[in-house]
Nanobody
Framework: QVQLVESGGGSVQAGGSLRLSCAAT????????MGWFRQAPGKEREEVAT????????YVADSVKGRFTISQESAKNTVYLEMNSLKPEDTARYYC?????????????????????WGQGTQVSVSS
């Protein structure tokens, strides 16, 4: 059973930084799609950044490009989201997700199905 555990959320002032971590366990193949999504109250879930753990260029949403960076540490089965220059509009619950079907592509914004494993989420709050 795949399990995803997020950490690193919190409250910061605008312009601050946070680093989210997602540790994944319980999957069979080392080549998967993993990434970060967020959902603010009253809004639809948004794909923030996703990657193929086997390599390649990650997808980063235009809304966070230049401020957020997704990376992975394969030995620890962990994906990170480095968030800099945070804005109040970044306030949301951030979810880590994993999908074991990388042949479908890893970017939901480009038409692949929704990811099939999700963490519980971690709250990020940015004050002005």
């Amino acid at each position: 059973q795949v399990q995803l555990v997020e950490s690193g959320g919190g409250s910061v002032q605008a312009g601050g930084s946070l680093r989210l971590s997602c540790a994944a366990t319980g999957y069979a193949d080392s080549n998967n799609c993993m990434g970060w999504f967020r959902q603010a109250p009253g809004k639809e879930r948004e794909e923030v950044a996703t990657l193929f753990t086997g390599g390649g260029v990650p997808y980063v949403a235009d809304s966070v490009k230049g401020r957020f960076t997704i990376s992975q540490e394969s030995a620890k089965n962990t994906v990170y989201l480095e968030m800099n220059s945070l804005k109040p509009e970044d306030t949301a619950r951030y979810y880590c997700a994993l999908d074991e079907r990388p042949w479908l592509g890893c970017t939901v914004a480009w038409g692949r199905p929704e990811y099939n494993y999700w963490g519980q989420g971690t709250q990020v709050s940015v004050s002005s």
